[in-house]
């Protein structure tokens, strides 16, 4: 199993922007896919984003899409998120996921999950 530490949260206001981090344990981090989730109060964890093992694809939820980018450096064994034009409906707990299935990261069974990263939009 991979040891993630996810970072790079704060508070932002609208329109602003924040990088997040996932830094992995994984001693071969490119043979996993990676992806990021995000939890609001009340609500059920939903899919972000999500990146093959080298990076060359990556796929984003359609309520982030043409803001947020992810993206990955395996020689650094981390995979970012940059969120832009951020919006108050962006305020969650983000989370990193990661197993060597694409598809089982995409959903949300992964086997390695973060601590999270508290993301605040303020209007």
């Known amino acids: 199993q991979v040891q993630l530490v996810e970072s790079g949260g704060g508070l932002v206001q609208a329109g602003g922007s924040l990088r997040l981090s996932c830094a992995a344990s994984?001693?071969?981090?490119?043979?996993?896919?990676m992806g990021w989730f995000r939890q609001a109060p009340g609500k059920e964890r939903e899919f972000v984003a999500a990146?093959?093992?080298?990076?060359?694809?990556?796929y984003s939820a359609d309520s982030v899409k043409g803001r947020f980018t992810i993206s990955r450096d395996n020689a650094k064994n981390t995979v970012y998120l940059q969120m832009n034009s951020l919006k108050p409906e962006d305020t969650a707990v983000y989370y990193c996921?990661?197993?060597?299935?694409?598809?089982?990261?995409?959903?949300?069974?992964?086997?390695?999950w973060g601590q999270g990263t508290q993301v605040t939009v303020s209007s």
């Open positions: 990146i093959t093992w080298g990076g060359g694809v990556t």
């Open positions: 996921n990661a197993d060597r299935g694409l598809n089982t990261v995409k959903s949300g069974h992964g086997n390695s």
């Open positions: 994984a001693r071969t981090f490119s043979n996993y896919a």
